[in-house]
């Protein structure tokens, strides 16, 4: 009897040795698994961010070289001087000036397609150019009045648009709008000096704040023109 309950106790040891022995093999298995699919993971992150990174780095040189192009153009045609001096001393600022602001022009929050930035830059010229047009002859107005109906005002108010290049185009259109002077820009909010109250109210309305957003594509300003644009690049891609 005893002999037959210690046969039963070795071969119940046994098959608990042998349990345990298929849960450690299952074990290392899994964690050679993990560890292979860890290790491949890995190396799929560093491609991605050596690919990452190259890109980065093909899109700066290509925003530094426009950028450079463009301000080098403006200085020769607001320079008009042609010589050898005035050309090496355009080249060398135009070069400082772009490696310090050249994120600054290309920045976008979206899809940054420059050749869509300029078309609808081109496209908007027409509207901010008639509204030069008509500020002029407002404050003309305003000007040769006898009674100089003019009431001025600090506007302050939060702008949607969200880059900095945004910022300053609207900075910039404000003050060529003759009637109105940006004052200051504080975290996006504007304070904004206006003539009287029809100008007030004309710059309140926001058109001209959608206006630069369309122009420089930011991510709140949906417009029909925008899926469009996106499925022609989408096209191409594919």
Not at 60 to 87: E, K, P
Not at 106 to 124: S, Y
């Amino acid at each position: 009897m005893e002999v037959t309950v210690l046969i039963q106790t070795a071969d119940k040891a046994f098959e608990i040795l042998e349990k345990a022995r298929n849960e450690a093999r299952e074990l290392l298995y899994s964690s050679a698994k993990i560890a292979s699919e860890t290790k491949s993971l890995e190396a799929k992150r560093a491609e991605q961010a050596f690919l990452s990174g190259a890109q980065h780095t093909k899109l700066a040189i290509r925003n530094y070289t426009l950028t450079f192009f463009m301000l080098f153009a403006f200085w020769v045609l607001l320079s008009g001087r042609l010589d050898l001096f005035h050309l090496t001393l355009g080249v060398l600022s135009c070069l400082l000036i772009s490696y310090l602001s050249y994120d600054l022009l290309f920045a976008n929050v979206r899809i940054g397609d420059i050749r869509i930035m300029f078309k609808r830059f081109f496209a908007a010229a027409p509207w901010f150019l008639s509204q030069i047009f008509t500020a002029n002859l407002h404050v003309a107005y305003l000007a040769l009045s006898p009674k100089m109906p003019i009431d001025p005002s600090i506007l302050r108010f939060n702008t949607k648009l969200e880059s900095d290049i945004s910022w300053v185009a609207l900075a910039n259109s404000i003050t060529l709008t003759p009637g109105t002077i940006t004052i200051d820009i504080r975290d996006g909010e504007f304070f904004v000096h206006a003539i009287d109250k029809k100008v007030a109210s004309d710059l309140d309305t926001g058109e001209m704040e959608d206006k630069i957003a369309h122009v420089f594509m930011e991510a709140d300003h949906i417009y029909i023109q925008d899926i469009l644009d996106v499925s022609r690049i989408f096209g191409e891609l594919k």
